[in-house]
């Protein structure tokens, strides 16, 4: 029998919630995903209407029948962290602690973020700003963990480097309740090589060093538009784009990351999953 993906890894997907978000983890069961992940709210709004009861328990009940082992939510990309600005500080941390209480409620596992951009400010003004809200927003008794995502460098964004992500974790007081979400394609975008053997061994090496390997708790696995440094967050289809099947290769095979959420954000979303899907299970062949 051929080995297929999602018995080897712990694969997902980014899934629509429209009609309800407890109607999630059936769309994450229709691919065979272990994991999934999800917007809690409209990922454009600052507002959004509390989450009723009847829906929380259908999701936890869903969750809990399709065997789904990780739920991250993805925060806004409005919470710009990463800003000197006090007002929009204000709304983010409003912001991210809604986040945190919705993520908490649905009983999700993971809450991922982009920090955000420093605009003009200095990258260390970019970083201090990202751990103060950090610290204003995380709590002992919140259950989610929060995710920081790497970031491909555009627009002044902070976490493009393994450096800046562990400077970040080194401020937050609560360390058990945070994390990182690599994203492939971001950290490509970046600059790191993932694609060779020897140059994803350096890179998750460098991000050991940096970060500590308990850290990382998460994946989204996208393919890229653009290549290798380019600064620019542009998802592909997965085997598409200049990363290829090469580089999800190493991930695959990567046993130390072994059973930890990989999720998928291609562009074609939920239409173009089997598609990725194929794709990798083509790796194992
Ligand atoms: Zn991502
Ligand atoms: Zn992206």
């Known amino acids: 029998m051929t080995k297929k993906i999602t018995d080897m890894i712990n694969l997902g997907g980014h899934v629509s919630t429209n009609g309800g978000i407890e109607l999630s983890p059936e769309r994450a069961a229709k691919f065979s995903f272990s994991s999934f992940q999800i917007f809690s709210k409209n990922q454009m709004q600052w507002n959004a209407k509390p989450l009723e009861k009847k829906a929380i328990d259908l999701f936890k009940e869903s969750r809990k029948a399709k065997k789904i082992s990780s739920v991250m939510i993805h925060a806004s990309y409005l919470l710009n962290s990463a800003t000197s600005d006090s007002g929009l500080k204000e709304k983010v941390r409003a912001g991210l602690s809604l986040e945190i209480d919705r993520a908490d409620l649905l009983g999700a ?50 976490g493009k480097t393994f450096q800046e992500l562990a400077s970040i974790i080194d401020g937050v007081l609560l360390k058990d309740k945070i994390g990182v979400c690599l994203d492939t394609c971001h950290v490509w975008a970046a600059g790191y090589d993932i694609v060779s053997p020897e140059g994803y061994k350096e890179t998750m090496d460098d991000l050991k060093s940096n970060l500590g390997a308990k850290y990382l708790l998460g994946f989204h696995m996208n393919d890229s538009k653009k290549g290798k440094g380019s600064g620019v967050d542009r998802h592909e289809q997965i085997g598409k784009g200049t990363i290829g099947l090469d580089g999800f290769r190493n991930f695959i095979f990567d046993e130390e990351i072994r059973g930890k959420p990989m999720i998928l954000e291609t562009p074609k979303g939920e239409d173009g999953y089997m598609d990725d899907i194929n794709e990798l299970n083509s790796i194992l062949r």
Request: proline letters at 2%; hydrophobic letters at 35%.
């Open 109 to 158: 596992d993971l809450l991922t973020y982009h920090p955000g951009s420093r605009k003009e400010a200095s990258l260390e003004k970019g970083i201090q700003n990202v751990v103060e809200i950090l610290n204003s927003v995380i709590r002992e008794d919140q259950n989610v963990k929060v995710l920081i995502e790497n970031s491909a460098g555009q627009g002044n964004s902070v």
